[in-house]
């Protein structure tokens, strides 16, 4: 039985959705700390990543399962101080970085233990709290549904994005030519800067036009796209025969028009997942293949998380508002205690 040499408060600062609507509805408050069932770990956060689900939940618009915390937040960075699990991996005051089921803007959080990961070495606590959720959404969707492999071609809408900057570093790694789509020069710039062979601003050209002319009229075999809408036919003209379309948010409308036929004779896949509502044995599962593929990249120093800029919990309003402005290349965290 392991002794806790970590003092525990009652109580901790949080952040929690007063009612659902604009950035100002997030305020401070102060909760109990989070009991442990069996199989977890608490965490002392010292980071705690800002993603795009939380802004979906914050207006109302991405259903909390009924096992998650109200609280918002998917991904962290800080210390085990209690654990609740005979056959833990993890010892008291180990440094973690783990995929959260809500919770994560908070001073404590309860997580199970198959969804932390220890601090790739070459890692500050900030950069790890990027790694949980975008990590493994990218990693889940491009390589384990998209069966992305060396020599492929892969184009990956918002490239600029904290999923678009972690989805091109990880697929140029793995020997895939990468092009990438973002809003403005800079941003493209960024993002030829990270591994693109090309970025398209979508704003000033067809992006289904210049990835036919780039690859010789053939198309890309992956697609990764967080728009949906209108761009699933533009994204089906330029995949490949045999080409695989992976849908991870609908920024762009939940509806749109496709043709069957063209499908059907190309072959294509169209899929797509949220990793939020997967059970907890899935997501230990994707903690597991991510270590097992990718760890050898953050341990190089050859991948690295890119943060746009670091809040106070107490700003959490304030990091939501600059990552719904979009003018961004990266990732937003918030420091959450020290």
């Given at each position: 039985m392991r002794q806790n040499q970590f003092e525990i408060p009652q109580e901790m600062q949080a952040i929690e959705i007063l009612e659902f609507g604009g950035p100002e509805n997030l305020r401070s408050c102060t909760r109990p700390i989070p009991k442990l069932s069996n199989g977890q770990v608490l965490i002392k956060v010292l980071f705690a990543g800002v993603n795009r689900p939380d802004l979906l939940q914050r207006q109302?618009?991405?259903?909390?399962?009924?096992?998650?915390?109200?609280?918002?937040?998917?991904?962290?960075?800080?210390?085990?101080?209690?654990?609740?699990d005979t056959n833990s991996k993890f010892n008291?005051?180990?440094?973690?970085?783990?995929?959260?089921?809500?919770?994560?803007?908070?001073?404590?959080?309860?997580?199970?233990?198959?969804?932390?990961?220890?601090?790739?070495?070459?890692?500050?606590?900030?950069e790890a709290a990027c790694i949980p959720e975008t990590f493994i959404t990218v990693w889940s969707n491009l390589f384990v549904r998209g069966k992305l492999k060396a020599n492929d071609k892969v184009l990956i809408h918002g490239g600029a994005s904290g999923i678009g900057t972690t989805a091109i570093q990880l697929?140029?790694?793995?020997?895939?030519?990468?092009?990438?789509?973002?809003?403005?020069e800079k941003?493209?710039?960024?993002?030829?800067?990270?591994?693109?062979?090309?970025?398209?601003?979508?704003?000033?050209?067809?992006?289904?036009?210049?990835?036919?002319?780039?690859?010789?009229?053939?198309?890309?075999?992956?697609?990764?796209?967080?728009?949906?809408?209108?761009?699933?036919?533009?994204?089906?003209?330029?995949?490949?025969?045999?080409g695989r379309l992976i849908i991870?948010?609908?920024?762009?409308?939940?509806?749109?028009?496709?043709?069957?036929?063209?499908?059907m004779i190309k072959r294509q896949t169209i899929t797509g997942s949220t990793l939020r509502p997967q059970s907890s044995q899935a997501k230990s599962e994707y903690v597991e293949s991510l270590i097992e593929g990718a760890w050898m990249w953050f341990e190089s120093d050859k991948i690295k998380p890119i943060i746009?800029?670091?809040?106070?919990?107490?700003?959490?309003?304030?990091?939501?508002?600059?990552?719904e402005n979009g003018d961004h290349i990266g990732k937003f965290i918030m420091k959450v205690s020290n």
């Open positions: 109302g618009n991405y259903k909390v399962p009924e096992t998650a915390s109200d609280i918002p937040g998917l991904e962290v960075s800080g210390t085990v101080v209690d654990i609740k008291l005051g180990d440094k973690v970085c783990a995929l959260c089921h809500g919770g994560g803007y908070a001073e404590y959080v309860a997580v199970d233990s198959g969804h932390c990961m220890k601090i790739p070495t070459t890692f500050s606590m900030q697929a140029k790694s793995f020997g895939a030519t990468v092009y990438a789509t973002a809003g403005n941003k493209c710039l960024a993002a030829e800067k990270l591994g693109a062979s090309k970025c398209i601003n979508y704003k000033t050209k067809q992006f289904e036009d210049e990835i036919m002319s780039l690859t010789n009229g053939k198309g890309v075999d992956v697609i990764l796209d967080m728009v949906a809408g209108s761009y699933v036919p533009r994204n089906l003209k330029c995949l490949s025969p045999d991870i948010a609908v920024q762009g409308g939940i509806k749109n028009e496709v043709n069957f036929a063209n499908i746009q800029q670091e809040f106070d919990l107490n700003q959490a309003s304030e990091a939501h508002k600059a990552l």
